[in-house]
């Protein structure tokens, strides 16, 4: 009878611990909230390297960072177990033990309130905000602990704990703690900063000087009292005792970092707009170089105040990922004076002169010029349009190099009204200029700053420069990930133009005489002189710096060349003294040549040609032609007057006469530099091969034939071309359908590939300006 009895009784307590164990089960896997659901969080945005740029206010006006478990290191949660609750993972949400404990302390001997509450407990208070205080309270609390340890484990009980828990003044959460008051996250703490987290949620008022931030003799004693209780179970090293014996305090809110406020409220507003909880921000920002700039600033603009200089904003990017690595948006956050709050990198201003390199850069890739062709800086109208230059004076016919560099408007117009498949307008569309309005908008003056551009806009444009035309996204967050490319100008225009750029004088002439490192840059002024700029490539970086006022109002002072040039260059100083840089324009293209060029037309030169120089060119895209405003005429000695149809004898003279057209010569008389003028030659049909020989002829390629040229033996296979010359012949010049070959010596051959079948007119020109021409067909097979 007992053993059946005895089997029966194992039987029914089998069946309910089963029974149990399967409720138990079921309320684990039952659907219930996170502990964390009931929380508001802070956002801590940090820059590219971890530092701390800012950390918000949760909605409930309190500092709360939640924390997983697995951030949180061992030693943390060993110290909050070993003085909180040593039995956590064992009981079932209350220990029966500590609260009869201190319940007989508190109420039978009078003692200091105890409460005896599990970790689990405190949580539960936290949780559902109970009123502990009393019996029933304390009833309610045992219970929801209970109910929490059946719907939850005990990491995801300890976890929540750490994260609600009270750590002074608005700051709850291990997290928040320790990113206030040690400027570290939970896994970085010493065992010092870690036994005093521990103890401050039991009392975490009282322990700190709320003034100074300094720890009080109190928390010192409980810290060290827990230490004490560490050493018992853990062995600690002589070093790290030692920490222990010096004074520590703890930073205050008041004191969290508050770095690059603009650059930060742009990324939170951006989040708030798209309804985005984002509660850790890493950024592409360089604290160091953001210090960096908003030092050069301050040091500025206490310099330039007596001049009315109150306002700059600067935006530093990494070209090589399109990083933004330093952003300014005024001189003063909270500097009301200057509406210091608005955000200068992120609003549209006009840039003044500083998007003329773009336009010399489409017109190089569009064949209209190259550096040395001379560009006409004279009175000029555009159907109704009439520009007028800075200065409001003309210098008459200059290269396109110094046109750019001197930021002459009249030929960066003509050269805006010569581009075509993109024209300007269609080009900064492709670029992504946003809010542009329809190009009747802005005519032809939108090479003159008649647009508007954000800073960081105009960072984009410059970075292109530095990816050899690949126009990138700028990026403001680490995760996110570098753009896809998309060209809009070739590296063959791109390196043209920034060779144009590093020939700018600097405004510091000093540095300039040490400058190793080339800087492409470009200043400009907007109408009024609402807004300076200076702009450019410093290294792998491009820097945009601009100086203005954001109620619009003008300054004299508000000049790119003299307000905000010296700025951008005590940027590019510090820069140099501070950081690695390389030069992004140091590869030569392989389809960049340099040509011998008459530096007064910017065509090739002759003979006759008195100042002679070099352009870069790019083979059938670059404009060349003979130079022609040197011009021999054939002088009779005895009457001085031109001789008509004739060759150099004893009686006979050449002299050169320089060819402008009527507008220059009125821009030399102006400026006293009348030049000689040519005499009249009506009564001469050719006078301009009057001191010539005989032409060229062409002996290769012959006339009217047809060149087979296998695909597969293109290299053997390329077309010669030699011509017979006159004796004064050095150079020849070849032609094919108006595209430039190359050129030779007068005994020497060029070789030429045609890039499709056709026929093409071949023409030779010597350095006399005489030439000869022929047709043929050249035929490209598959073979």
């Known amino acids: 009878m007992c053993r059946h009895r005895l089997k029966r009784f194992l039987v029914n307590l089998s069946t309910a611990v089963f029974a149990t164990a399967l409720v138990l089960i079921g309320l684990r896997l039952l659907p219930h909230p996170k502990l964390s659901d009931n929380l508001f969080l802070s956002t801590a945005v940090y820059d590219q390297n971890g530092a701390l740029l ?37 009981h079932f949400g209350f220990n029966p033990v500590s609260l009869i404990r201190g319940g007989w302390i508190s109420y039978v001997k009078k003692g200091d309130m105890q409460g005896g509450s599990t970790i689990t407990m405190q949580l539960a208070r936290m949780y559902w905000k109970l009123n502990t205080r009393s019996i029933s309270g304390k009833l309610k609390q045992i219970l929801r602990s209970v109910q ?44 010092p900063e870690v036994l005093a987290l521990a103890v401050l949620p039991q009392s975490p008022s009282y322990r700190i000087d709320k003034n100074t931030g300094y720890v009080g003799e109190k928390l010192t004693k409980a810290r060290n009292e827990l230490f004490v209780k560490w050493q018992e179970k853990f062995e600690v090293d002589n070093l790290t005792k030692a920490l222990f014996k010096l004074p520590f305090s703890l930073r205050q809110p008041e004191n969290l970092p508050f770095y690059a406020p603009h650059f930060v409220e ?39 105040s007596n ?20 952003a300014v948006g005024s001189a003063g956050y909270f500097n009301n004076e200057i509406e210091g709050q608005i955000n200068g990198f992120n609003i549209k201003r006009s840039p003044g002169s500083t998007l003329k390199p773009f336009i010399y850069a489409l017109a190089i890739e569009q064949g209209i010029i190259h550096p040395q062709s001379v560009l006409k800086d004279v009175p000029t109208s555009f159907s109704s349009y009439t520009p007028e230059n800075f200065d409001n004076r003309f210098v008459g016919p200059l290269s396109a190099a110094q046109a750019l560099i001197r930021s002459r408007n009249i030929p960066a117009v003509y050269l805006n009204n010569k581009l075509r498949n993109p024209n300007f307008y269609a080009f900064l569309k492709k670029a992504g200029i946003s809010k542009m309005a329809g190009e009747g908008h802005y005519g032809l003056a939108l090479a003159l700053g008649g647009g508007e551009v954000t800073m960081l806009e105009e960072a984009k ?76 490539l410093v290294g792998q970086y491009a820097l945009i710096v601009w100086l203005g006022n954001f109620d619009n109002s003008g300054n004299p002072a508000f000049v790119g060349s003299n307000s905000a040039a010296p700025l951008f260059f005590n940027i590019v100083n510090s820069l140099q003294a501070t950081q690695k840089l390389y030069d992004v324009n140091k590869i030569i293209p392989t389809n960049v040549k340099k040509v011998d060029v008459c530096l007064s037309s910017g065509d090739l030169t002759t003979v006759w040609c008195k100042r002679k120089g070099k352009s870069w060119f790019i083979p059938g895209v670059s404009p060349i032609k ?42 030399f008389k102006r400026a006293g530099l009348p030049k000689r003028e040519p005499p009249n030659m009506e009564h001469c049909r050719h ?72 026929t093409f007119e071949i023409r030779v020109i010597d350095d006399h300006g005489r030439f000869d021409k022929r047709n043929i067909q050249a035929v490209i097979i598959n073979k």
């Open 54 to 90: 800012r950390l918000t206010l949760a909605k409930d006006e309190r500092y709360r960072v939640y924390t997983p478990l697995n951030e949180i290191s061992n030693d943390t949660i060993k110290s909050v177990l070993l003085y909180e609750d040593k039995w956590f993972y064992y």
């Open 626 to 667: 003979v130079d022609t405003v040197y011009r021999p005429v054939l002088i009779d000695k005895k009457t001085n007057l031109p001789v008509c149809g004739g060759k150099k004898n004893a009686n006979t003279k050449i002299e050169v006469y320089e060819y402008y057209s009527s507008d220059i010569l009125d821009i």
């Open 266 to 304: 742009q990324l939170l507003k951006e989040d708030f707009n798209a309804g985005v909880a984002n509660y850790k921000i890493s950024t592409t920002l360089d604290l160091k170089l953001q210090r960096l700039l908003e030092t050069q600033i301050h040091s500025y603009i206490n310099r330039s």
């Open 148 to 191: 929490l340890e059946l719907f939850y484990s005990k990491d995801e009980i300890l976890e929540a704990y750490l994260n609600y828990a009270p750590y002074g003044r608005n700051i709850e959460g291990i997290g928040a703690a320790s990113i206030i008051y040690f400027d570290k996250s939970p896994d970085k703490l010493t065992l």
């Open 461 to 536: 444009l410059y970075a292109m420069l530095a990816n050899g035309g690949a126009l990138r996204e700028v990026r403001m967050r680490k995760e996110q990930p570098v753009s896809n490319s998309t060209g809009l100008l070739s590296k063959e225009a791109v390196f043209i133009v920034l060779d144009m750029l590093s020939s700018m004088p600097r405004a510091d002439s000093a540095a300039a005489e040490v400058q190793k490192l080339p800087i492409y840059w470009k200043t400009g002024t907007s109408w009024g002189f609402r807004d300076a700029w200076s702009s450019g």
């Open 687 to 758: 006078a301009f091969d009057v001191a010539a020989g005989i032409n060229p002829s062409i002996t290769s390629p012959l006339k009217n034939t047809v060149y087979t040229i296998r695909e597969s033996k293109e290299k053997e296979e390329r077309i010669v071309f030699t011509a017979v010359t006159d004796a004064n012949v050095k150079t020849l010049y070849w032609f094919a359908n108006d595209e430039y070959i190359g050129s030779s010596d007068q005994s020497k051959s060029v070789l030429w590939l045609p890039k499709k079948s056709g």
């Open 307 to 326: 001049k009315g200089v109150k306002n700059a904003a600067a935006v530093l990017v990494d070209t090589r990922d399109m990083s933004v690595v330093a």
